[in-house]
């Protein structure tokens, strides 16, 4: 068996994707966020204060014959970004790109911090991570592709994210024609709950790859690539009007400069992000200054290749093989 998704881009800034998932008996289908970067289905819910949920498309578990409360059990979750959200849990059928798993728990949010309140084209997050990254107390439950992987055809799944267009999410099956690329596979290291890697080397523009290596991980859930100083600083010293910008809380430049493309080896490959994909978006409607799709993790303390990289590639997540695979698209 196998799945297929679309996914799309929420924003002109391809800031997160959104693919529909339907959840419940009759369905009930919301939008929702895939995250490789975390390891909890949670949703908007019946049980979310009306005035976080306003605007919000909601789960509500009373209405599906399916669904079953998870009695004495409570998730919390904080990201990354300092976003959170908890609440309480339920089981109920959930169905992504035709591929069923009958018994998935369905954390429903009776909390949201201010970023998901005020991103309303989102319902919540599907997490895609390690099940060790679970959250739900006192016992964790397993991910979607965690309790569809035995019953796929393959247990793996791809990424095609891409920019202001259509992209899939795929389930038990590598389509090889999204690539242009070979495949190039390296171990991921799932102990902290995300898909753990290390990439051999970099370059800026199309100069050859230096063997300096970056251990990160491969993250959906996350707008931008996020990497060392020295490496963000390596990057912008060839983008002549880039600059810091305290209140944008990043490097910033003239949107009409042309920017160098960014490469990183992994498994035996190349990938090329163009310089058009590391220009992410005016700061403002209308204003010509653009933010870096690039940016330094010292805040965050881990590397982090989110979706400007992932754009960059066709991700194959190999669950059964602990590896990642890589090809330019
Ligand atoms: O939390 C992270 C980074 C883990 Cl180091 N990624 N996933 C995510 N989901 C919502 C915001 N960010």
Redesign the pocket.
């Known amino acids: 068996q196998t799945g297929s998704a679309n996914t799309n881009p929420s924003d002109s800034a391809d800031d997160e994707y959104i693919t529909s998932v339907s959840i419940g008996t009759p369905a009930q289908v919301l939008p929702l966020?895939f995250?490789t970067?975390?390891s909890d289905l949670w949703v908007f819910s019946s049980e979310t204060p009306k005035s976080s949920a306003s605007g919000h498309v909601t789960y509500s578990p009373s209405k599906s014959s399916t669904a079953k409360k998870l009695s004495g059990s409570t998730w919390s979750i904080e990201?990354?970004?300092k976003?959170s959200s908890s609440g309480d849990v339920y089981t109920d059928i959930v169905t992504i790109g035709g591929f069923s798993v009958k018994t998935q728990a369905v954390e429903s949010a009776t909390k949201v911090s201010t970023q998901f309140v005020q991103d309303t084209v989102i319902s919540g997050?599907v997490g895609l991570g390690f099940d060790v990254g679970n959250q739900v107390s006192p016992r964790p439950q397993k991910t979607w592709f965690s309790n569809a992987a035995s019953s796929l055809a393959e247990p793996l799944f791809t990424a095609d994210l891409r920019h202001q267009e259509t992209g899939s999410y795929n389930f038990g099956f590598i389509d090889t024609s999204l690539a242009k690329g070979t495949i190039g596979y390296t171990p991921a290291d799932g102990s902290e709950g995300?898909w753990g890697f290390t990439a051999t080397g970099y370059s800026v523009g199309g100069a050859k790859l230096n063997r300096n290596s970056i251990t990160g991980?491969a993250?959906t859930?996350?707008t931008l690539l996020l990497l060392p100083d020295n490496i963000v600083d390596a990057y912008y010293n060839n983008v002549e009007s880039a600059e810091y910008d305290d209140s944008q809380e990043g490097v910033v430049f003239d949107c009409s400069e042309d920017l160098p493309s960014f490469s990183f080896g992994v498994g035996g490959q190349t990938i090329t992000i163009s310089g058009d994909l590391l220009n992410l978006t005016p700061i403002e409607e209308g204003s010509s200054t653009c933010f870096g799709g690039l940016q330094s993790s010292a805040d965050?303390g881990?590397n982090?290749f989110?979706d400007v990289a992932l754009k960059a590639a066709l991700v194959v997540f190999d669950l059964g093989n602990e590896r990642l695979g890589w090809a330019q698209k």
């Open positions: 966020d995250d970067g975390s990201y990354g970004d976003s997050l995300y991980i993250d859930g996350t965050i881990i982090i989110g």
